[in-house]
């Protein structure tokens, strides 16, 4: 049986489809939320395992995002900072670079340390000040670019690109060719000075819950894959259809629904994250550890316990590291663990594996002037991240403005 149930039918519970139902809602319209899982989010998850919560994939929130700010309670969550830096491993060792703003106790070990050179840290406070004085439509405006070239322009030597910002912003862009735009290289560097990478203290996964909890019980169903759309009726696995004015695709692959949409598929960055339990921290405070050198498949290493203790069981350290695309799993672990003995030492011989997450659409690519597809034809409207910038913020944005596009619609018909 076919019903008009719902002014709105959004595809998908990621953070994008919630954001869009909720400004929905809040302005008067009841949507339909169909998510195929059961539990909403879609790449923002998190998993408990053994005692341990294990985002799905390495994620962190930072607690500067203006829209995500103040469309969230981030008192409820709970936010749990990193330390303002990092450790890089570079010349067998690991060395600490902080920024000096916040913790000038670390101005000489920071200055000193072999990542880059001196002139290349006061380029990094030049570009902190000037992120500091620039308003987000400033950086909109500017030239756009790849991430390198902007680096190289504004006078990095190439020892500081690649001994830093291929591992640091390589975990953000999930690539360390820094081929992304050099607008969201500008925009996450603005926020990062601005405040702080985050972890909820109960894990990533409690962002899209907190959203979720805000819409009626009857506006989201789980277990509700949609196996096609025939004009402004949707159909489930199960049989079921469904009809509404507007009808929402929040999800990664909205040409799987709409095949005859007049635009190429989404390229997709990807990612391997696995997970480790040990007996003790191999750091011992709350910061990442970034791979400095071009040699190894390990990018990054975090502690999440040592940011957020309750990821681990008492007296056990969580340990998730980080893969820039996707690997074959065999021998996998034991790769990895044979790369960061020459990190650790022989400590992690003692770690123990807890499970692997492979990512193939952890983040949509974003190049200079990349234009967002354009939305299609009524019925149908698009959002996600891929319509705005690659981030939790960008996928906020997108469903806020989906929500508001309908309903000028709504206004002007």
């Given at each position: 049986m076919t019903s008009k149930i719902n002014d709105v039918i959004i595809i998908g519970a990621g953070l994008a489809g919630l954001s869009c139902g909720l400004e929905l809602l809040k302005n008067g319209l009841r949507?339909?939320?169909?998510?195929?899982?059961?539990?909403?989010?879609?790449?923002?998850?998190?998993?408990?395992?053994e005692g341990f919560l294990l985002d799905r994939g390495f994620q962190v929130f930072l607690d500067a995002y203006p829209v995500s700010g103040e469309l969230l309670d981030l008192e409820a969550l709970q936010l749990r900072a990193f330390e303002p830096g990092a450790k890089v491993y570079l010349l067998d060792e690991l060395y600490r670079v902080m920024d000096i703003f916040r913790r000038p106790k670390h101005f000489l070990s920071s200055a000193f340390a072999p990542v880059g050179n001196l002139f290349d840290k006061a380029l990094v406070a030049r570009l902190r000040l000037q992120m500091g004085k620039s308003e987000l439509e400033d950086i909109n405006d500017r030239e756009d670019m790849t991430t390198v070239e902007y680096l190289r322009r504004f006078g990095f030597s190439e020892r500081m690109v690649d001994d830093f910002f291929r591992s640091f912003y390589g975990?953000?862009?999930?690539?360390?060719?820094?081929?992304?735009?050099?607008?969201?290289?500008?925009?996450t560097f603005k926020m990062f000075a601005k405040g702080s990478a985050t972890l909820p203290a109960k894990g990533m996964g409690e962002i899209p819950k907190q959203l979720a909890s805000r819409f009626p019980e009857d506006c989201i169903q789980y277990h509700s894959r949609v196996s096609s759309i025939n004009g402004n009726t949707v159909k489930i696995a199960t049989g079921e259809t469904y009809t509404a004015e507007h009808v929402v695709i929040a999800a990664p692959s909205p040409k799987s629904f709409?095949?005859?949409l007049k635009y190429p598929e989404i390229e997709w960055r990807s990612v391997t994250n696995l997970y480790f339990a040990a007996p003790q921290s191999p750091l011992n405070e709350p910061l990442l550890a970034l791979n400095g050198t071009s040699e190894g498949i390990v990018n990054n290493v975090a502690v999440v316990s040592d940011v957020a203790p309750a990821y681990a069981p008492e007296g056990q350290s969580l340990i998730s590291v980080s893969l820039l695309g996707l690997y074959p799993q065999r021998d996998l672990v034991d790769r990895v663990k044979s790369e960061l003995k020459e990190w650790f030492g022989e400590e992690v011989a003692q770690w123990k594996f807890l499970r692997t997450y492979e990512i193939p659409k952890a983040l949509p690519v974003q190049r200079p002037d990349d234009i967002p597809p354009p939305q299609p034809d009524a019925p149908y409207h698009l959002c996600g991240d891929f319509m705005n910038s690659a981030s939790i913020e960008g996928s906020i944005v997108s469903g806020q403005n989906t929500a508001r596009r309908i309903l000028e619609g709504l206004t002007n018909s």
């Amino acid at each position: 049986m076919t019903s008009k149930i719902n002014d709105v039918i959004i595809i998908g519970a990621g953070l994008a489809g919630l954001s869009c139902g909720l400004e929905l809602l809040k302005n008067g319209l009841r949507p339909l939320v169909l998510e195929k899982a059961d539990r909403p989010g879609g790449r923002v998850a998190t998993d408990e395992y053994e005692g341990f919560l294990l985002d799905r994939g390495f994620q962190v929130f930072l607690d500067a995002y203006p829209v995500s700010g103040e469309l969230l309670d981030l008192e409820a969550l709970q936010l749990r900072a990193f330390e303002p830096g990092a450790k890089v491993y570079l010349l067998d060792e690991l060395y600490r670079v902080m920024d000096i703003f916040r913790r000038p106790k670390h101005f000489l070990s920071s200055a000193f340390a072999p990542v880059g050179n001196l002139f290349d840290k006061a380029l990094v406070a030049r570009l902190r000040l000037q992120m500091g004085k620039s308003e987000l439509e400033d950086i909109n405006d500017r030239e756009d670019m790849t991430t390198v070239e902007y680096l190289r322009r504004f006078g990095f030597s190439e020892r500081m690109v690649d001994d830093f910002f291929r591992s640091f912003y390589g975990g953000i862009f999930l690539e360390r060719e820094l081929r992304t735009s050099s607008r969201m290289f500008e925009f996450t560097f603005k926020m990062f000075a601005k405040g702080s990478a985050t972890l909820p203290a109960k894990g990533m996964g409690e962002i899209p819950k907190q959203l979720a909890s805000r819409f009626p019980e009857d506006c989201i169903q789980y277990h509700s894959r949609v196996s096609s759309i025939n004009g402004n009726t949707v159909k489930i696995a199960t049989g079921e259809t469904y009809t509404a004015e507007h009808v929402v695709i929040a999800a990664p692959s909205p040409k799987s629904f709409l095949p005859d949409l007049k635009y190429p598929e989404i390229e997709w960055r990807s990612v391997t994250n696995l997970y480790f339990a040990a007996p003790q921290s191999p750091l011992n405070e709350p910061l990442l550890a970034l791979n400095g050198t071009s040699e190894g498949i390990v990018n990054n290493v975090a502690v999440v316990s040592d940011v957020a203790p309750a990821y681990a069981p008492e007296g056990q350290s969580l340990i998730s590291v980080s893969l820039l695309g996707l690997y074959p799993q065999r021998d996998l672990v034991d790769r990895v663990k044979s790369e960061l003995k020459e990190w650790f030492g022989e400590e992690v011989a003692q770690w123990k594996f807890l499970r692997t997450y492979e990512i193939p659409k952890a983040l949509p690519v974003q190049r200079p002037d990349d234009i967002p597809p354009p939305q299609p034809d009524a019925p149908y409207h698009l959002c996600g991240d891929f319509m705005n910038s690659a981030s939790i913020e960008g996928s906020i944005v997108s469903g806020q403005n989906t929500a508001r596009r309908i309903l000028e619609g709504l206004t002007n018909s």
